[in-house]
C-alpha cells in the first residue's frame, strides 16, 4: 500500500495485527438482546433505531469492539463518523476502554479534512488551500461589495442561508428557486442572498481559502473523479459505522457514498423523532429510506430507555403519539427501564421575571436536599429554553441566589480568552520548575490556584452575573480538573505535578473534552441535544415560542414537537413544565401555553388526533438476503415418518394425523384462552385470530422468536406483526404484554363505568 500505510486520517502507522479473539464474548455482557444483536451483526448494512436514552453509543461501540476483538474486523479498517467532536471523543474512549484500539472515530469534517490535505497534492496539485474557520466576517465583506448594509443579526442569518445551500448542493444561481421550492422563509430578498452568495465564493477563489463545506465538496468530487483514489480509501476503509443518521445532510450522505463504495459494510445510528436540524440541510429521509436502498439491510429497533423515569417516559410518548408526518409514522415507543419517580410538573406564572425567580428557587430547593431525598448538583440541573435570548433572565435569577451557572452552546471551553490566558500561565509555571508563585504550595491544585489568583481567581464567586462570573466559572472549572486529575494520578500510584496537568490540558483541548463546570446549565433546547441531567427545567412554554412563531408549514410545526420532546427527553427523574402569562410584570395575560401540551397537562383536555401510527417496538427485521422461512411450495414431509403430506391440516402440523405429537398441551391451552379474548375484543370468530390447526402447530414446535414462528402454516406477515410478540410471550411461558392502544382503550372505558 505504500504510502497509503499511513492511516488516512491519524497518521499512526497501518499495522496488519488482528487482535486476538480471546474475551471477544466479554464484549457482549451487560447488553439487553436487542443491544447485543447490534453487537453481533458484523456484516452490514445494519440499521440501528434508537430512541432517547436506549444506549446506541453503548450498542454501536461493543458492536466494534466485537469485530474487533472477534477478528473479523481490522481495527485500522473501521471508519466511525459522528457530528460533533465531543461525541467522537466519547466514541473514541469507550472503544479503548473495550480494548479496540487503532479504530478511528471522527466528525465528517475531521476525516474530509484528512483526506483532502493527503490528496490534494497529486489529485489537483500544490498546496491545499487554508482553511477559513470562521466565514462571517467573509460573508459581511461579499455583502458590502454587493452594495448591501446588513445588521449584525442579519448577518448570522445570511451566513446560514449559505451554509444550507452548500450542504444542499444548491448552486447560487439556483438559490432563489430552491428557496421557492423548499417552501423555505429566506432572510431577506432571495435574489440579494444569492448575489452575497456568489461574491462570498468568487472572493473565496481569489484568497486561496475554502471553508468547512467545501472540504466536503472537495473531497466528494475528487474521489468522484479519481477511480484510483476512491479505491485507494475503499482499501483502507471497510467497515463505516455513521451515528446520528437522522441529522445526514445531502453533501455528507454524497461523501458517505463515495467513502462506502459497493463492497464496504454500512452500520448507521439514528431515531427520526431526534431529528431538530432540518433548518440547516439534515434531512432523516436517508434514515427513514435505509431499507429501500438496503433491501437486505438489518433493522434493530432499541426501545428500552435506561435514562428516564416511566413518568417521564409517559410523557416523552404522548408528545410523539400526536405527532404526524413521515418521521411520525416511524416512531419508536419507549420502555422505561428504571424505577418510578416523581411525575412531571406544570406551573403556569404570571410573567416571566416571576416564572424564572420561582424557577430559581426551586433550584435551590433541589440544591438543598441531600442525594437519598431527590436532592441534585448543581451540574446535574439545567433550565432549558427554545432560544438563546431568553437565558439572561435565568442568568440573573441564578445569580442573585449565588447559584452557579454555566451557558451551553456558546463559545468552546477551550476558546475562552480566560482559559487561554490561563493556559499560557500554567506552562510557564510548569516550565519555570521552582516558580515562586508556587512555591508554597504543597499540592497540584494549590499550586493551580496560586497561578490563577494572578487573574483574579478567588475562592469564591463574585456577585452578579455576565463577563465576569462567567470568567470565574471557567477558571474555578481549571482548579476542579486539577484536584481531580490529581486524585486520580494518587489513586494509580502516580505522582501529579504542574508539566503531567498541563500535558492532560492539552490532550484535552485537542479532544474538545472540557471540564465539567460545577454549575446549573442553562442552554437551548438545540445545544441540550445529546445531553442529559437528573433534573431538567424547560421554561417558556407558550405559543410562538413553543412552537416559534416562524414555523409556518405542518412539517415545521412538526420539527418543533420533535424539539421538546429532545427536551423532555434529557431528564433522568425531574422534569418541570412552566409558561408565563405575559412578558412583563402588569402586563395583559394574552399568552396561552403550547399545544404540544394538549391532553397531557392536567385540566388541557383530551388529547389532540393521533396520526395513526402505532408506536415501533424493540427487536430484530432481518433484510432481503436473510427472509423468514416461509412455507414450502413443494412437498411437505411428516416431521416423524417423513411421508409426504397431502391433507391441509397435515401439511399446516407437518406431522400425520396417525404419528405421535409433541403438542405442548398447556401451552395449547393457553393460547386458546389468550385467542378468544383476542376475539371477543374484535367482535369476530375465534378462527380469524388464528385456527386450531396453527394453535396446535405453535404449540408443538413452540417458537422462539419471529423467524422461527413465521414458518408455521397459517401465520402470515399481518398476523405476525398483529399477535406475534403475544404468541412468542406465551410461548416463552409470560404473560403477553397489553397493546397500548387496547390499554389506553380499556382506561377510557374503566373511568366511563365510574360512578359521577
Known sequence: MDCMQEDLLSGSPYDDHRPEPVGADAVLAGLDPEQRAVATALHGPVCVLAGAGTGKTRAITHRIAYGVRSGVYQPQQVLAVTFTARAAGEMRGRLRELGAEGVQ????????????????????????????????????????????????????????????????????????????????????????????????EQTKRDRAVIDFEDVLLLTAAILEERPEIADRVRAQYRHFTVDEYQDVSPLQQRLLDQWTGPGASLCVVGDASQTIYSFTGATPDYLLNFRTRHPEATVVKLVRDYRSTPQVVHLANGLLAQARGQAAQHRLELVSQREAGPEPVYVEYADEPTEAESTAHRIRDLLALPAERGGCRASEIAVLFRTNGMSEVYEQALADLGISYQLKGAERFFERPEVREAGVLLKGAARAGADPLTADAPDLSSQVRAVLATRGFTATPPGGSGAVRERWESLAALVRLAEEFEAARRQAGESADLSAYVAELDARAAAQHAPAVEGVTLASLHAAKGLEWDAVFLVGLTEGTMPIIYAKT???????????????????????????????????????????????????????????????????????????????????????????????????????????????????????????????????????????????????????????????????????????????????????????????????????????
Not at 149 to 167: F, M, N, S
Not at 180 to 192: C, F, I, T
Not at 581 to 598: I, N, V
Not at 668 to 690: I, T
Open 105 to 200: 472515530a471522527r466528525t465528517f469534517h475531521s476525516a474530509a479534512l484528512r483526506q483532502l490535505q493527503y490528496f490534494w497534492p497529486r489529485a489537483v496539485g500544490g498546496e491545499v488551500p487554508r482553511l477559513l474557520e470562521r466565514k462571517v466576517q467573509l460573508v459581511a465583506e461579499a455583502a458590502g461589495r454587493c452594495g448591501l448594509r446588513v445588521q449584525r443579526t442579519e448577518l448570522r442569518d445570511l451566513t446560514g442561508e449559505i451554509e444550507w445551500a452548500k450542504v444542499t448542493q444548491i448552486v447560487p444561481d439556483d438559490y432563489a428557486a430552491a428557496v421557492v421550492k423548499a417552501g423555505r422563509e429566506a432572510p431577506r430578498d432571495p435574489a440579494e442572498i444569492a448575489r452575497v452568495y456568489a461574491t462570498y
Open 554 to 756: 405542518d412539517e415545521q410545526v412538526e420539527e418543533e414537537r420533535r424539539l421538546l420532546y429532545v427536551g423532555v427527553t434529557r431528564a433522568r427523574r425531574n422534569l418541570s413544565l412552566s409558561w408565563s402569562l405575559s412578558r412583563s410584570p402588569g402586563g395583559r395575560a394574552s399568552r396561552k401555553p403550547t399545544r404540544f401540551l394538549d391532553g397531557l397537562r392536567p385540566g388541557s383536555g383530551a388529547p389532540g388526533s393521533r396520526s395513526g401510527a402505532r408506536g415501533g417496538r424493540g427487536g430484530v427485521e432481518f433484510g432481503a438476503e436473510r427472509p423468514a422461512a416461509r412455507k414450502a411450495r413443494g412437498p411437505v414431509k411428516c416431521r416423524v415418518c417423513d411421508r409426504t403430506l397431502t391433507e391441509a391440516v397435515e401439511r399446516k402440523l407437518r406431522r400425520c394425523e396417525s404419528c405421535p405429537s409433541s403438542m405442548d398441551e398447556a401451552l395449547f391451552e393457553r393460547l386458546r384462552e389468550w385467542r378468544a379474548g383476542q376475539a371477543k375484543k374484535q367482535g369476530a370468530p375465534a378462527y380469524v385470530v388464528f385456527t386450531d390447526a396453527t394453535l396446535m402447530a405453535i404449540a408443538e414446535d413452540v417458537p422462539a422468536s419471529e423467524r422461527e414462528l413465521a414458518v408455521i402454516s397459517g401465520v402470515g406477515a399481518m398476523k405476525l406483526d398483529k399477535y406475534g410478540a403475544a404468541v412468542l410471550s406465551l410461548c416463552a411461558g409470560e404473560e403477553p404484554a397489553a397493546d397500548p392502544d387496547e390499554a389506553a382503550q380499556d382506561a377510557g372505558q374503566d373511568a366511563s363505568d365510574e360512578p359521577a
